[in-house]
């Protein structure tokens, strides 16, 4: 029966309601870009048709892979939902023909049966008539609560769908359309999480993983590329940027400075790395995985001290969440692995400070001018990958 789909309804997210026809059109514009990008990255066939203001259609799918677009489509985003549907023409005769199969094929007690579209549309009279066909012809009943099955007809620009099931997608704002951040991605569940987050607001992640050598373990650096193949799945494009970043670790463990801020000044070279990759990528700013409060590097006080050390916007998609909450958030998305212990960084003073004062500030601002060309040095020795998954690099 599953046979019978020829198409993918694809409703668009909340970017739809805003004022601004111009803009609206952008994001149409980019959100059908991904769809299309999706797919090719996929092996998978279709046709990308915008139909009216808030639907986008994909035709001449390959029916046997049904399921590999459900699965991909609904990752999307911008994708607010997606059904498979059997598109017609817009013709009573051709709308109850398919109903009567797919009634025939579900063998249902109670229907359910929603009509939407265009405005101009008679959608109660559509409801009646075909209820009433199919209750006198297969003895069926209407249950609005909990029917046996449901079926949607909507109707766009002359054409009709008619679906079984709707899946939902993650929502948000088209892929790279608000521009690029960098971000401090460790590949544990926070920085993963914390990527996902701001992709669903449009952002175009530049990946920046620091890597602290023999202070850090080979399990972290495993962990690294799991997560990167991870956030990959959600990229419609067929690459990620990524730069690596090796001795960094060095200048950490050689600084002139107290035992206590050495977590501190870790961060805050790390967000000065970053900031230096931002201006190469023309990003506006950097994006990191930090919750208010979690550890002790991420105290408020710590948290306003590592804001000012780059002349750029961080923004903290995680700051409100509590770790359960990150974890459970993540568990649904299918991150919860990535939450397991890979050891402890063995650069880690045994009290790390929580309550960093303008004395601490100025003493690591000092070092990090120290730093300055070190630091640039760092980044032009970066490895920089196209990332395309599963430990493809070009």
């Known amino acids: ?33 991904s769809i299309a990008r999706t797919l090719a990255k996929h092996g ?29 489509l609904s990752r999307v985003f911008g994708v607010s939902s997606i059904s498979p549907a059997v598109e017609i023409d817009y013709e009573f005769s051709e709308i109850l023909g398919v109903m009567e199969k797919l ?5 249902p007690r109670s229907i359910r049966l929603v009509v939407e579209g265009e405005p101009g549309i008679r959608r109660s009279l559509l409801v009646k008539a075909l209820t009433a066909y199919l209750v006198n012809t297969y003895g069926l009943y209407i249950n609005l609560e909990k029917p046996d099955a449901e079926y949607i007809v909507e109707v766009r620009e002359g054409k009709a769908y008619i679906m079984r099931e709707r899946v939902e997608g993650p929502g948000g704002l088209p892929y790279g359309v608000e521009g690029c951040l960098v971000v401090l991605f460790s590949g544990g569940v926070d920085s993963m999480l914390a990527t996902w ?36 799945g959600y990229i419609p494009w067929d690459y990620v940027k990524v730069y690596i970043t090796r001795g960094l670790e060095k200048l950490i463990a050689q600084a002139d400075i107290p035992d206590r801020l050495r977590c501190l000044l870790c961060k805050s070279l790390m967000y000065n790395v970053a900031s230096r990759v931002a201006d190469r990528e023309k990003c506006l700013g950097i994006a990191t995985g930090e919750a208010i409060g979690q550890v002790a590097s991420q105290t408020l006080s710590n948290l306003y001290l590592l ?47 929580t309550n960093a004062t303008m004395r601490d500030y100025e003493l690591i601002m000092r070092i990090i001018r120290e730093y300055s060309g070190a630091l640039d040095e760092v980044v032009d020795n970066a490895e920089v990958i196209i990332y395309k998954g599963s430990g493809n690099v070009s």
């Open 307 to 353: 804001s000012r050390t780059i002349d750029k916007p961080v923004y903290r998609p995680l700051s409100s969440m509590d770790k359960i909450e990150i974890i459970r958030y993540a568990d649904k998305l299918g991150f919860s692995t990535l939450s397991r212990s890979v050891g402890q960084c063995m650069l880690k003073p045994a009290y790390p400070e």
């Open 197 to 232: 987050s701001i992709m669903k607001r449009g952002v175009e992640p530049i990946i920046l993983y620091n890597s602290l050598g023999n202070y850090w373990s080979i399990e972290a650096h495993k962990r690294f590329y799991e997560a990167l193949d991870k956030i990959y």
């Open 103 to 107: 009634v025939v094929s579900d063998k």
């Open 44 to 72: 998978l066939r279709g046709e990308v048709i915008v139909r009216g203001r808030a639907r986008i259609v994909v035709n001449n799918i390959d029916d046997e892979r049904l399921l590999d677009y459900i699965s991909v």
């Open 1 to 33: 029966m599953e046979a019978l789909y020829n198409s993918i309804l694809v409703r668009l997210g909340e970017f739809m309601v805003r004022e601004g026809s111009s803009y609206r059109a952008k994001l149409v514009s980019r959100l059908r870009e």
